[in-house]
């Protein structure tokens, strides 16, 4: 029988009404009805402290670390701000250096799916800067992302999407993630040696170094 995934959702805004919360929840439910079990994590709720690692015993701090460490595969979900993710979701990604201290650190063989809301047009531009980070954390996303055009009118206000097709991707995205970190986990894709190549092209980073 095979053995449950675990999937997390990271996203939202510190805006109570979140077009990113709404695009994370449909893909998250997707990732359920695939069998996974999952945690949302909306930042509006989980109100996280500046990155500061004295803060670290911080409860929030402490729920979001120890679920991103337990996950499979994770959801990440950021609006698009002045051509990037906001502050807020960047500020939760820092937190995951908490992640360096484990054996693999950080997110290896942890598989990611991305979604960027936009008021326009450009959400790719988001993605760009999450795929970025996701490779220095030494995880994998899979190919098929996200982008929400035109956001502030693809949700209704209890979080359906409007569009179909948009519903469509986004509960494609849930399902391939728990697929996804299925095969990942059944063995594992990052070999010893690329574990090693990778610790000297990014090392972790030592705050007593």
Do not use: C
Request: proline residues 5%.
């Amino acid at each position: 029988m095979a053995t449950m995934v675990s999937i997390v959702g990271i996203g939202g805004s510190l805006d109570g009404s979140s077009s990113s919360l709404a695009a994370l929840k449909i893909t998250m439910d997707a990732a359920e009805a695939a069998g996974a079990s999952t945690m949302v994590l909306d930042l509006h709720d989980l109100k996280l402290p500046m990155y500061e690692p004295s803060l670290e015993a911080t409860p929030s701090v402490q729920k979001l670390v120890s679920a991103v460490r337990d996950a499979d595969g994770l959801v990440w979900s950021s609006p698009l701000y002045h051509g990037t993710i906001s502050g807020a979701f960047k500020n939760a990604l820092d937190w995951l250096e908490l992640l360096r201290r484990d054996d693999p650190p950080y997110l290896t063989d942890k598989v990611i799916g991305l979604i960027s809301t936009a008021g326009g047009a450009q959400g790719l531009q988001a993605i760009n800067t999450m795929e970025f980070i996701v490779r220095s954390l030494r995880g994998w996303t899979i190919p098929l992302v996200v982008p929400v055009a035109n956001a502030w009118q693809a949700f209704e206000a209890d979080g359906r999407a409007k569009d179909p097709v948009v519903e469509k991707l986004l509960r494609a995205l849930g399902s391939e993630v728990v697929r996804s970190a299925g095969v990942f986990g059944a063995g594992g894709a990052t070999t010893a040696d690329a574990q090693a190549a990778e610790g000297v092209l990014n090392p972790v980073y030592s705050p007593d170094a």
